[in-house]
Structure formats: structure tokens, C-alpha cells
């Protein structure tokens, strides 16, 4: 059997476990992880190769029905990513009968001739019977090559998944390096750790109106410290007060966890400073969409 090589589309709704899935498969943490909806805007390429396979992945945003031209742009990059890939994995949770969104996203794939993929994830919050009657409702769609029961969190039946997923792959050439884990500049994934830990930390006190744009990025003479400065934006400015916090305290703790994470993957000391702005409705603004990253070119 000769090398196989692909590109794979991960496709669901919000908080499905589409970055929990990748960064499991990837064994490194590449892809923001948040409990909110909408976390993933662009389109990050992630890879992984083994001795039989290369796989590049697309994680795409959770496709829903848009409410501005942010959502707009999101789901038309999940949606171009269909066209574009060898095999597609749509990822569902723990419900029993597929939702709206999960239907809203059934119809889309009836016209994808693109092999597909059922990954039912969190299956350790299934009874038995409840997870073969889910494998029953779905399997009646006739849409799948295989339906996959797995827990992205626990990393249980994972490797079955990306057997499965080499099976269906081409034979094709290693597009990238055997070492490369993802294509993204490194200013993408610092800029992207840095909103996760905004998400995070900020609960549900300030929405999606937050971006994250770094203003440089220099190593130091010697190559042991990097200094990055940030931009933290959001849209109102009765938000401003609260990312910052009382002296200083909320954006002290996104810039500490932040600071952990860099380190991690950038191998050197990191010296992090961020500062919080406002721009209003920047998510309905062409300019500042393209300007923070998700512009066309960037789907």
C-alpha cells in the first residue's frame, strides 16, 4: 500500500468538540479551545503524518445561520471548505435527535458528493442504548461511509477514527515537512491563545466582540525571550472596564495564562504586553474584519 495523503474538513455545530478532536489527533494544543460558540474563525490548517498517512486538516467555524457579516464570512469559509477536501467528518454531540442546527447542516451535506463521516462525540455522556439508538437515527439519513462514536475529550476510540479516515484517504504525495503541525503563522496562534484565554476568563460578562491583534513580535539578542505586544479590542466601551478589571486583575490573569501558552509552544520566555481598545461594530466592518484576519484570503 503505497502513501496516502489528504485534506479533511471538520464540520458541526458550536461546541461540538471540533478543536478538542484536532488537538487530541494532533497530540500538541494548536486550535483554540473556548465553552462558547463561534470560538474557530478562520480556517486553521492543522497537520498530522504518520508512516502511511498525511493528514491536513481544515477546522472550519460551527456553521449556523449568520447575524452579521462576520457570521457571513465564517460560514462561507466552513462551507467552501466542502468542495475543496477528500473526506469530511461532521461532528455531533451527546443529543439524541439531531437539532436545528444539526439539520440545518444535514441538508447542506445532501449535496456534497464528498466522502463523509458521522463522528459522534461524548460518548461518555451516553447511556448504551441511548448511543445505538443515535447510531440508528442517523444511520436512516443514508448520507455516511462510517459513523464513528468517540470521546475527543478522553481520547477514547480516536485511533480507530484516524485509521478509518487513512483508509479513505488517496494516495498522494507529503504536502508539508513530516514535522509541520500547522501552516499558520506563528502571529495567527499567539493573537489566538490570547482571545481563548479572553473567552475563558471573561465568562459571559462580554460577547463575541472581541478581537486580538498583534502589534509586534521580536526575539531578543540571544533568542531567549521573545516580546510580543497585543491589542485586545472590543466593541463597547462598557466592556473595556471589565476586560481590564479592578487594577488591572482580569487582564493581569488573560495575560499570565496567555504568557504560559506561548511559552509552550514558542520554546523561550515570553514578555506579553496587552492592551485593551475600543472599536465599535468592527464585526460588520469589511476593513477591520479583513484587518483581524478574516478577510476573503483568509478562508
Not at 145 to 158: K, L
Not at 193 to 199: D, F, G, T, V, Y
Not at 214 to 223: D, H, L, Q, Y
Request: include cysteine; aromatic fraction near 6%.
Amino acid at each position: 500500500m503505497g502513501f496516502k495523503s489528504g485534506f479533511i474538513a471538520i464540520i458541526g455545530r458550536p461546541n461540538v468538540g471540533k478543536s478538542t478532536l484536532l488537538n487530541n489527533i494532533l497530540g500538541e494544543k494548536m486550535v483554540i479551545i473556548s465553552s462558547k460558540p463561534q470560538t474557530t474563525r478562520n480556517v486553521i490548517r492543522c497537520v498530522h503524518t504518520t508512516d502511511e498517512a498525511q493528514m491536513v486538516f481544515l477546522d472550519t467555524p460551527g456553521i449556523h445561520k449568520p447575524k452579521n457579516k462576520l457570521g457571513e464570512r465564517m460560514v462561507d469559509g466552513a462551507l467552501s471548505t466542502l468542495r475543496e477536501v477528500d473526506l469530511v467528518l461532521f461532528l455531533m454531540d451527546d443529543m439524541i435527535e439531531p437539532g436545528p442546527g444539526d439539520r440545518y447542516i444535514l441538508e447542506l451535506l445532501k449535496e456534497v458528493k464528498t466522502p463523509k463521516f458521522l463522528v459522534i462525540n461524548k460518548i461518555d455522556l451516553f447511556k448504551k442504548e441511548e448511543l445505538l439508538e443515535k447510531i440508528r437515527i442517523m444511520g436512516d439519513y443514508a448520507l455516511f461511509e462510517e459513523i464513528v462514536p468517540i470521546s475527543a475529550d478522553r481520547g477514547e476510540n480516536v485511533d480507530r477514527l484516524k485509521e478509518l479516515m487513512t483508509s479513505y484517504l488517496p494516495d498522494g504525495p507529503m504536502y508539508f515537512p513530516a514535522d509541520t503541525i500547522t501552516e499558520q503563522p506563528e502571529k495567527v496562534i499567539v493573537a489566538e491563545l490570547i482571545r481563548e484565554k479572553a473567552l475563558q476568563s471573561l465568562n459571559e460578562e462580554v460577547p463575541h466582540g472581541i478581537a486580538v491583534e498583534i502589534m509586534s513580535m521580536k526575539e531578543r539578542k540571544g533568542g531567549t525571550l521573545v516580546d510580543i505586544e497585543a491589542n485586545i479590542y472590543t466593541e463597547k466601551k462598557s466592556h473595556k472596564g471589565i476586560i481590564i478589571g479592578k487594577n488591572g486583575a482580569m487582564l493581569k490573569k488573560i495575560g499570565t495564562k496567555a504568557r504560559r501558552d506561548m511559552e509552550n509552544l514558542l520554546g523561550v520566555q515570553v514578555n506579553l504586553q496587552l492592551w485593551v481598545k475600543v472599536k465599535e461594530d468592527w464585526r460588520d466592518r469589511d476593513f477591520d474584519l479583513k484587518n483581524f484576519g478574516y478577510g476573503p484570503d483568509r478562508r
